[in-house]
């Protein structure tokens, strides 16, 4: 009994002191981590879309140093500036002291975090250095970064609009794409003044294909029928932004007036999915534009107040998608917020400013 006794004693002395031991070791850690040194090969950023497959910036920085040899994992975090790094975008480096983006690469990742494309913005940059979930992790210096994003605009097989509401010329004229190139065009034309005559030109010129009046047919605000290429002058009812569509495989066309709103549980004056948060048309931009107050929460856009033309961000990448996924708004992009709807043609985005 006694024997038993003295080796529970000894086992129990020896927990104490592995206990302590392993306590001072991670108190060693803490105390002794050497955080890395970031540095950027440039801090002010011009991108341009015609060097995109182009190096832009490198990130680099030293090895942590943690008082012994560890398995040291790093991630270069990426985030608006002032948000403290709340919603960062995180890149996974492994063991590796470098990251290198091209004008392409980097471009997207700014305009996902939310800066305005052609406006000079602010993000910061910082390194975190792990060797453990149950240890703390270290982080470096932070680099304040000046980037202006582009926006990037992919031309689609057209069809352009001239008509007297912009003095019939060709070369000027606004444009419906078809995106997948199958024939099939749609795009959003603001058609005011004049007498709301237009047509279908396969070029920004007169000297090509051109697609004009066969038959229509007038419901309230909106017109559908058929076309030729030796009609007359396609039209539309009246003032308005419309959602034109033209079809060559069986020359059919078709105008749709629209106006635009937000709606969610984001914009507080929507009332949790209940209303509609006017947005106003800009003329001189061709953009629609409105400036609320947003929670965290998700809101989508849609047309005349109805759920048959709306869009969200499937792909949460700031390029519109019918019918897309809610687009959240983090806490980082609440308060006063001006939202905008870019309809270009086959290029649909909207930014958070």
């Not at 998700?298 to 005349?304: G, M, T």
Request: charged share 15%; proline share 4%; hydrophobic share 40%.
């Amino acid at each position: 009994m006694k024997n038993i006794f003295i080796r529970l004693f000894l086992i129990t002395i020896v927990g104490i002191i592995f206990y302590a031991c392993k306590k001072d070791e991670v108190k060693t850690v803490l105390k002794d981590g050497q955080a890395p040194e970031l540095t950027a090969s440039k801090t002010t950023i011009v991108l341009v879309d015609t060097t995109a497959s182009d190096t832009t910036i490198i990130f680099s920085w030293t090895r942590s140093n943690y008082g012994f040899k560890a398995a040291v994992r790093y991630t270069l975090q990426i985030a608006i500036a002032g948000t403290n790094f709340t919603a960062p975008k995180e890149v996974s480096m492994g063991n590796s002291i470098v990251q290198k983006y091209t004008v392409g690469d980097f471009n997207q990742l700014s305009v996902i975090q939310g800066l305005v494309p052609n406006n000079a913005g602010q993000l910061e940059a910082r390194i975190k250095s792990s060797i453990s979930d149950s240890i703390p992790a270290i982080y470096s210096n932070i680099v304040a970064l000046s980037v202006t994003p582009y926006l990037v605009v992919i031309n689609y097989p057209s069809l352009w609009v001239p008509g007297d509401y912009q003095g019939w010329d060709a070369a000027s004229a606004p444009k419906i794409s078809s995106k997948n190139a199958n024939g099939i065009y749609e795009g959003y034309v603001s058609i005011v003044g004049g007498t709301h005559q237009f047509k279908y030109t396969s070029d920004p010129d007169w000297n090509h294909t051109i697609y004009g009046w066969a038959s229509s047919t007038v419901n309230g605000t909106d017109v559908s029928g058929t076309f030729n290429t030796t009609g007359g002058n396609l039209f539309v009812p009246g003032d308005g932004f419309y959602l034109l569509k033209g079809n060559t495989n069986n020359n059919t066309w078709s105008g749709a007036i629209t106006t635009w709103a937000i709606i969610g549980d984001a914009p507080t004056l929507s009332n949790n999915w209940t209303n509609d948060v006017p947005m106003t048309y800009d003329a001189v931009n061709n953009v629609w534009k409105v400036t609320t107050t947003l929670a965290a929460g998700n809101f989508k856009f849609r047309a005349n107040g109805a759920w048959t033309l709306n869009f969200g961000d499937t792909g949460a990448d700031l390029s519109l998608d019918y019918d897309g996924d809610n687009i959240a708004v983090p806490n980082t992009l609440t308060g006063t917020r001006t939202i905008t709807l870019d309809l270009k043609p086959g290029n649909y985005t909207y930014t958070i400013q």
